[in-house]
């Protein structure tokens, strides 16, 4: 069973309808002990940075991930779940799960063009992870976000808007997405099923 957490963040039901096509069986949950029971483990989130850490601190839920990680379960975190992971954002200002040691940073525009958010679809390359088996050249996926992960030690893909910045994040068990798997067609479908097959 795979537990999408659900602390109050996030289009929960596009995620858990997207996992059931591919035969997952999901449970979408606050429920610390449901958690606890699940074989693997997807951290959602839109919306802003510091009211999503301030509801998964509220309910301990950081905690059960870090205790469930600890156990090499594998763990998903999608869009504002993937900077949740890391060490601290720009957004607010506001120290995050340190999972990742990277900081998540604001888009700049550079120029006119220059929208922010980025949003709409886009394509990854350079993937360097189990997320992404069977890939063998750029596909395009779905993004919407005002804030970047820059890349680094864990970048696991890339993409280019403004300038590079961390599509993707692996290390260990944890596994992260800035995109959203789950909006992202038949590329989204190949990604949610990898991690089932983990």
């Not at 189990?130 to 970048?155: A, I, N, Q």
Request: with cysteine; proline share 4%.
């Amino acid at each position: 069973m795979i537990a999408i957490v659900d602390y109050g963040v996030g289009n929960l039901f596009s995620l858990s309808r997207s996992l059931a096509y591919v035969g997952a069986d999901v449970c979408v949950t606050g429920d610390r002990e449901k958690i606890k029971r699940a074989e693997k483990i997807i951290l959602p989130g839109v919306g802003a940075f510091g009211d999503a850490i301030n509801k998964l601190r509220a309910a301990c839920l950081d905690e059960v991930l870090v205790s469930e990680a600890k156990k090499g379960k594998p763990i998903l975190g999608i869009c504002l779940g993937m900077q949740l992971m890391c060490r601290h954002s720009e957004e607010g200002e506001v120290d995050c799960l340190n999972i990742f040691d990277v900081d998540v940073k604001r888009f700049v525009p550079q120029k006119h063009e220059d929208k922010v958010p980025h949003m709409g679809w886009n394509t990854i390359g350079k993937t360097n992870s189990k997320l992404f088996e069977g890939f063998t050249e750029e596909e395009f996926v779905y993004f919407v976000h005002s804030f970047y992960v820059p890349t680094c030690d864990f970048t696991a893909a890339t993409t280019d808007y403004i300038h590079p910045f961390s599509a993707a994040l692996h290390k260990d068990n944890f596994y992260a997405t800035q995109f959203h798997p789950e909006k992202s067609g038949k590329t989204g479908e190949k990604i949610l099923t990898n991690f089932l097959n983990l």
